[in-house]
């Protein structure tokens, strides 16, 4: 076997193990490209395709190119569903950023951050009844935060557990909504 072929095959190995860690690649397209190119491979090896190694090289690029950049096409999840995920865990994300400036900043500028996130989350569309009620229960909980942050009262200690034990349901229901969205036999994203 030619050393590029090995190495066409190392590669196309390499990125077999590119859906362990990122979920979303997860899906029969991926895998089924793979296996593909790794047949075109061994097939150019086997017919002694000349320029074996710029044609084995190509292709291996080819694969690499499209699932490092344009990766939508092989997504276990729906677009519309992965955009959505998306903008909610940028809010999330936000959000937690922002929790962690909350003795840096002025309670009227967290305020007004705060505000601004939760109309960001209004002004995303879920896709589906599961991902709204998600949507819905946390515009509800971030809103009962403001409305405490706004009455600028100290909390008990219930309740700020209370908020903390919802904003872990709601952390969970995430990752559940994630996991039945996703599935390996989708059709088509």
Not at 78 to 100: H, Q
Not at 119 to 140: F, G, M, N, V, Y
Request: charged share 25%.
């Amino acid at each position: 076997m030619a050393p590029t072929t090995l190495v066409a095959l190392a590669v196309l190995g390499c990125l077999a193990l590119l859906p362990l860690p990122y979920w979303m690649l997860r899906s029969w397209r991926t895998y089924g490209l793979l296996i593909g190119a790794a047949v075109l491979v061994g097939l150019a090896e086997l017919a002694a395709l000349q320029p074996q190694p710029a044609l084995q090289t190509g292709l291996v690029a080819g694969v690499g190119w499209a699932l490092l950049t344009r990766n939508e096409s092989f997504w276990a999840m729906p677009r519309a569903d992965r955009r959505f995920v998306d903008d909610y865990a940028a809010i999330r994300t936000d959000l937690k950023a922002l929790g962690e400036t909350v003795d840096t900043t002025s309670p009227a500028e967290y305020e007004d951050r705060f505000s601004e996130l939760i109309a960001r989350l209004e002004r995303i569309h879920p896709p589906s009844a599961d991902w709204a009620a998600l949507k819905r229960d946390t515009e509800e909980d971030l809103r009962r935060r403001l409305s405490a942050m706004r009455a600028g009262t100290v909390l008990p200690d219930e309740e700020v557990e209370a908020f903390k034990r919802e904003w872990k349901e709601l952390d969970d229901q995430f990752v559940v909504l994630i996991r039945r969205k996703t599935t390996f036999w989708l059709l088509w994203p």
